[in-house]
């Protein structure tokens, strides 16, 4: 009998060695597949038990924590949240992080290994960072002024710094809380079902998520591919442009909506704006040269982030002649965010030279220690130094006496370029009204802003004018916001 | 018993010889497993909290009173038992307290602790009781048969109650609920082991020989066969596959070590696979267990979430090494008997693989314990009643351990000591006094006596160690007259007539 009892423990013993050998395999050999099974709640758990990092705007938070006590203890708040909304995009414990909060989303919520104190501690103690701190470069004065610029109108503005890329302003209207989808309850997925149904897309980043045909502001890119290339050598000189143009390949004729453009100098162009002069230009540039200074410019660019990702702003590479002609007066395939026009008329101001924009000035733990900080980068040289002093010199004009009077600051120099986009099936939407311009205080060397303004629903008569009766005024609103002191 | 061919010879005049009695190192373990109780318990409310939770030292102090009661029983009435036995059963209580203390902070609403420590100090009452009356184990033989009567009774009677959770287990009485079945393992332990010990020469001849198979007499089969229909029929009428497993695991493994046949023990194995096999094909409730053993995360691609078992699988995943700490895991996330059947996961999440390995060898060493018992007793029945007894434990460890792990499929069955459930504990209570009554017999009893002065006196010419073995040696030729004649692998050596 002894020896069957000792077979009966051996027996025991080998259960005791599955187990103990199954309970390594859980533990260890597959835990990390376990962990990363997307139905584990764990992350999700840990990840809202802290209170998140916040988003600073002028050395503010513009964000907050609340603990809600419940299983996904702290909930994102928002201070101002419809203003700051496309800058820090939403944190929601169902529907995830956009913008800001998604791509800074490993700072903010405490994971970034460049929180740890040294490197794969956390991993050991199982600790958590507190969340960091994002410091935007945002001008909380500029973004509150196009805000309420745009008012109750669809839109909007995008402002940067030209000599740095320093993003200064970044409205999108309408917006919308994102404070409605933090939080887990029913009132979170209804605010969703909304915002996703509401038809003016409170939620779409119109400032760099949405495309426009950027209309007459793209002459600024004609204007520089036009003297960079030498087509035009003297800006006075007249341009031998009929009016109307027929467009060359086509019956269509392009007509003007102001007098004296036929044969008018560049310089009379620019500042009021002639189709046809342009549509010329660049036909006479080439398609080649014209797609090659609007690549300088930042258009058909994938790649851009700031750090949420950018719409690319196209410029169509095929086209024939007709469709070159559109092209160049920023009709047909041509089409950019206001990111973009503020970029163009910042290559402007800042001698040429595109500056990488961007929104993220530095990150800091809880306690302020710099973490990273975003370093400049010039993007490219969109055209010559000589170009963009002549270029500038024709911005002035049209803020001085042509159609984007109504953007003048006394005390500072301000160029610009109005625009009207025509788009819907044979043009029957309502107009965009785009105003694109910079500024430079008389006292300083530097300009120190560029911005684009685009208003969806301009109520104007048809015409450049909108352009400069819907949009300059924001611009302007918020060039002295920056400007001020 | 003698088997033919043993010489019999005078007993040698007897030196006197103190055995070891170990009542102080049980004492020190005693001590030792409450502290790391309340330490747990602490751990627990300084990682929700940051302060230690005012119940520790009421805690410390009740598990502590009834740890040393118990301590005292055995010190009276069982000097000589194995030291180990009580305080490991002390320090699973205790932890299991402390495991369901910490899940009780999860549901506010529904504490499961206190009624678990009403039921631990019957569990230790009960114990006492045990310990205190039963002077002798081999009193129970005598009640074999109203064992098994007792047991059979206990079986059936929660048919007749509501089923909870798809389990017919239960028994709700003025507002306690009490699962029958647990105090029937003890029961059927004894059934077995006296059943057994009677017949087991009966067993061990063949009878008629069908085709291939030589077949025991009818007479001894009934009972098997009977045996194997019960566990069949409870696992179709209560739905319990747990229990049913236990049953026939206990028959199978105190069959084999009473007749040491294993042919037809492989048909009864082949039987249970079979009726095994198709109620599990017949019954949704158990077939699911088993679709969910294969594949655990199907819940989870069908899109409705994950399932219990996918749970505890991502707790004890979680858990990684050295675990989250006591307190700081997210096993409620199992959500339903998290406190019963699947208080291991919280084991596994909050005190990680070395914890649960800990755990693990706690009970492999109740379990070896159990069986150095029996090895050491004389008597057939003692012997198989110890087996048992420690295969009771060792089943219900891997049977529910290994389903909460994704071993085996999962059956409902409470971790012993650790998971919530009254009947569970007090009957794992008596266990443990049935075990201590035993190794004070096999240890206190004259043989050992004898052994031991043998062994001392052998110490002159051989090292201790060889002594030892040959002492043992000594006890289990003792042991004699299983049906081989005699045990293979042992040195034949004179017995001496018990």
């Given at each position: 009998m002894t020896r069957y009892i000792r077979h009966a423990a051996a027996f025991c013993a080998l259960l005791l060695l599955a187990l103990l050998v199954n309970a390594t395999r859980i533990q260890l050999v597959q835990a990390r597949s376990y962990d990363e099974n997307p139905a584990n709640?764990?992350?999700?758990?840990?990840?809202?038990?802290?209170?998140?990092?916040?988003?600073?705007?002028?050395?503010?938070?513009?964000?907050?924590?609340?603990?809600?006590?419940?299983?996904?203890?702290?909930?994102?708040?928002?201070?101002?949240?419809?203003?700051?909304?496309?800058?820090?995009?939403?944190?929601?414990?169902?529907?995830?992080?956009?913008?800001?909060?998604?791509?800074?989303?490993?700072?903010l919520a405490g994971t970034d290994p460049l929180l740890s104190p040294l490197p794969l501690w956390n991993d050991l103690t199982r600790a958590r960072n507190p969340g960091g701190d994002v410091v935007t470069t945002l001008d909380p004065a500029a973004q509150q002024a196009a805000y309420a610029g745009l008012g109750a109108r669809r839109g909007a503005v995008a402002a940067l710094e030209p000599s740095t890329g320093r993003i200064l302003a970044l409205v999108s209207t309408p917006s919308y809380d994102p404070e409605e989808l933090s939080g887990t309850d029913s009132a979170v997925a209804r605010a969703w079902m909304r915002l996703n149904e509401a038809a003016d897309k409170p939620m779409l980043n119109r400032a760099v998520r949405q495309t426009y045909p950027p209309g007459s502001t793209f002459k600024v890119v004609t204007a520089a591919a036009a003297l960079d290339s030498g087509v035009v050598e003297d800006v006075d000189e007249p341009t031998k442009s009929p009016d109307p143009y027929r467009l060359p390949g086509s019956s269509v004729r392009l007509v003007n909506e102001v007098e004296g453009c036929a044969d008018a100098s560049l310089r009379y162009a620019f500042a009021w704006s002639c189709n046809t002069v342009f549509a010329k230009l660049g036909v006479a540039v080439g398609a080649a040269a014209m797609r090659a200074k609007a690549a300088e410019f930042g258009f058909n660019d994938r790649q851009l982030r700031i750090p949420f990702g950018v719409s690319p702003s196209t410029f169509d590479t095929r086209v024939d002649e007709a469709q070159l002609a559109l092209s160049s007066i920023g009709q047909y395939n041509t089409r950019a965010t206001p990111l973009q026009m503020a970029m163009v008329a910042g290559a402007v101001a800042n001698n040429g030279s595109v500056r990488t924009p961007h929104l993220v000035e530095r990150t800091t733990t809880d306690d302020g220690d710099t973490v990273s900080a975003t370093g400049q980068h010039t993007l490219r040289q969109a055209m010559n130094p000589a170009t963009a002093v002549r270029l500038r010199e024709l911005m002035t004009d049209v803020v001085e006496r042509g159609t984007g009077t109504h953007a003048a600051i006394p005390g500072a120099t301000v160029g610009g370029k109005s625009g009207t986009a025509q788009h819907g099936i044979h043009n029957s939407g309502t107009p965009y009204a785009w105003f694109i311009a910079w500024a430079k205080a008389d006292d300083s060397m530097e300009p120190a802003v560029a911005v684009a303004v685009v208003v969806e629903d301009a109520e104007d008569e048809r015409g450049d004018i909108s352009g400069g009766g819907d949009a300059a005024p924001i611009a302007r609103a918020v060039m002295e916001a920056v400007l001020a002191p | 018993m003698l088997s033919p061919g043993t010489t019999v010879q005078a007993d040698p005049p007897a030196p006197v010889v103190r055995l070891p009695r170990r009542r102080g190192i049980e004492f020190s373990l005693i001590v030792v497993a409450v502290l790391l109780s309340v330490y747990g318990y602490c751990a627990v409310g300084i990682a929700r909290t940051g302060s230690v939770p005012p119940g520790a030292a009421g805690y410390g102090a009740g598990l502590g009173v009834l740890a040393l009661l118990a301590h005292l029983a055995v010190r009276l009435r069982a000097p000589y038992a194995d030291p180990l036995l009580l305080p490991i059963a002390v320090l699973l209580n205790g932890l299991g307290l402390v495991l369901i203390y910490r899940l009780d902070l999860e549901t506010p609403a529904d504490r499961a602790a206190p009624t678990q420590l009403v039921w631990s100090t019957l569990g230790v009452g009960l114990f006492i009781a045990v310990v205190v009356l039963l002077r002798d184990h081999r009193v129970l033989q005598r009640y074999t048969y109203v064992s098994v009567v007792t047991a059979l009774v206990l079986l059936v009677l929660p048919v007749f109650f509501p089923s909870v959770n798809g389990a017919r287990i239960w028994l709700r009485i003025a507002g306690f609920s009490i699962q029958p079945g647990e105090f029937a393992k003890v029961l059927l332990a004894v059934f077995f082991a006296g059943y057994l010990a009677a017949n087991r020469n009966a067993l061990a001849y063949t009878g008629r020989r069908v085709w291939l198979l030589q077949l025991p007499t009818g007479r001894v089969l009934g009972p098997i066969v009977a045996i194997w229909l019960l566990s069949v029929g409870v696992l179709v009428l209560e739905r319990d596959l747990g229990t049913s497993l236990l049953f026939f695991g206990l028959f199978v493994v105190l069959l084999y070590v009473a007749t040491g046949r294993t042919g037809w023990i492989a048909v009864g194995l082949l039987l249970a696979a079979c009726g095994a096999f198709a109620v599990g094909w017949l019954e949704p409730h158990v077939h699911s267990r088993v679709e969910d053993w294969l594949h655990p995360f199907a819940s989870i691609e069908a899109g409705r979430g994950p399932n219990q078992l996918a749970q505890s699988l991502f707790a004890f995943a979680d858990g990684g090494l050295l675990g989250t700490g006591l307190g700081l895991g997210h096993s409620i996330l199992i959500g339903f008997a998290v406190k019963s059947d699947f208080i291991l996961a919280t084991a596994g999440e909050e005190l990680g693989l070395a914890g649960l390995s800990a755990i693990f060898l706690l009970y492999g060493l109740l379990v070896e314990r159990g069986y150095r018992a029996g090895l050491a007793l004389r008597d057939p029945f003692g012997r198989l009643l110890a087996v048992g007894l420690a295969s009771i434990v060792a089943l219900q460890v891997f049977v529910i351990a290994g389903g909460v792990t994704g071993l085996i499929p999962l059956t409902g069955m409470a971790m012993p000591f650790l998971a919530q459930g009254g009947s569970s504990v007090v009957t794992n209570w008596i266990i443990v006094a049935l075990l201590l009554r035993l190794s004070d017999s096999a240890r206190g009893g004259p043989e050992a006596a004898k052994a031991k002065a043998e062994a001392k006196a052998e110490t002159k010419a051989k090292a201790k160690a060889k002594a030892k073995a040959k002492a043992k040696a000594k006890a289990k030729a003792q042991a004699g007259g299983n049906a081989e004649g005699k045990a293979g692998g042992e040195t034949e050596e004179e017995r001496v007539a018990p």
């Open positions: 709640r764990r992350h999700t758990i840990a990840r809202y038990g802290q209170p998140r990092g916040d988003i600073l705007v002028g050395g503010k938070p513009v964000t907050g924590s609340k603990d809600s006590g419940e299983q996904f203890r702290y909930e994102r708040t928002y201070k101002n949240g419809p203003l700051y909304a496309p800058v820090t995009g939403f944190a929601s414990q169902v529907y995830g992080t956009n913008l800001l909060e998604d791509t800074e989303d490993d700072l | -």
